[in-house]
């Protein structure tokens, strides 16, 4: 078995736990954080891992999940960035304190842990794997997503940065940005029966995704071959962006 441990946020369903099945076959030890507790902890049976009741938007909560991390397994390793929502609300119509939450969840999330991760990194002279969630929302959008899009494409650029600030300590940060995946968070849209037909017409891949061809992707980005790709986002869309019209 690896020795090496990952985390991943949001992780007890949906893209999150698609992620840990994929790292989980690499014989990475798995931490599954979620603001559901409950469920984090039982993702984590099946891998025996470690799951841990964290709101990632509260920083002493991630400070807690690093030090439950390394009492654990000593060490951390890999660190995803995968915790999001998606109100799907009107931009015109949206009040503030939703346009907040989102960008709080989403992208001020991704800072508390990205920062807390890679000092204890840092510390132990890990050459680390950081990877960030984003979306095709990184450069299209709509009028209903308007706190989403924003905070997609500010977690691109936060990604940048990190990328540049750890490069040179031999840790990687780079985005993966799913198309359309079945989950939790998008299944009451694409089980409308006229919405999975446009699947089909549009994606040249002819169906919609998998959390586990997302993890596919983050298992690429962490392993040791990819120590040269640093500050990049990988589409992972079935090649749906590459179509024009
Ligand atoms: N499903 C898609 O089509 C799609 C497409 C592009 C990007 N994404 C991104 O992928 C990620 C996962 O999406 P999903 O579809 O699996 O969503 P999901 O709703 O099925 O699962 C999200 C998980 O995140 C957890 N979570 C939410 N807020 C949290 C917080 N503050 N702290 C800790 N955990 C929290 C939830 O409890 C849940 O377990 C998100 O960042 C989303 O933006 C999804």
């Known amino acids: 078995m690896s020795n090496k441990v990952a985390i991943i ?12 099945v994929c790292l989980a076959r690499k014989d990475m030890r798995i931490v599954i954080a979620d603001r559901d507790g409950a469920a984090a902890r039982t993702a984590a049976e099946q891998f025996g891992g470690l799951g ?19 009492t654990r397994f000593g060490r951390i390793d890999v660190l995803v960035n995968n915790a999001g929502i998606c109100p799907f609300v009107d ?13 709080d969840v989403n992208l001020t999330g991704a800072f508390h842990c990205t920062q807390l991760v890679a000092r204890e990194m840092l510390a132990r002279s890990i050459q680390g794997r950081i990877v960030f ?33 750890l490069g040179p300590h031999g840790i990687t940060c780079n985005a993966v940005a799913p198309g359309m995946i079945l989950t939790d968070l998008t299944r009451f849209h694409w089980e409308k029966p006229e919405n999975a037909a446009f699947i089909k017409q549009r994606v ?25 790709i640093n500050g990049v986002g990988l589409i992972v869309d079935g090649g749906h962006q590459a179509v024009c019209a």
Do not use: W
Request: hydrophobic fraction near 45%; glycine fraction near 10%.
């Open 133 to 165: 969630i984003t979306s095709l929302a990184v450069n299209v959008t709509s009028a209903r997503q308007g706190d989403y899009a924003a905070s997609k494409a500010g977690l691109h650029m936060l990604m940048k940065s990190f990328a540049i600030a």
């Open 52 to 70: 841990v009741a964290c709101d990632v938007t509260d920083r002493a909560q991630v400070a807690d999940l690093v030090q439950q991390t390394i």
């Open 204 to 228: 040249p891949a002819g169906r919609i995704g998998t959390p586990e061809d997302i993890g596919q992707a983050v298992a690429l980005l962490v392993s040791d071959e990819a120590g040269y």
């Open 91 to 103: 931009v015109m119509e949206m009040d503030p304190s939703t346009f907040k939450k989102t960008l």
């Open 9 to 20: 946020t949001g992780g007890a369903r949906g893209i999150g736990l698609g992620i840990a």
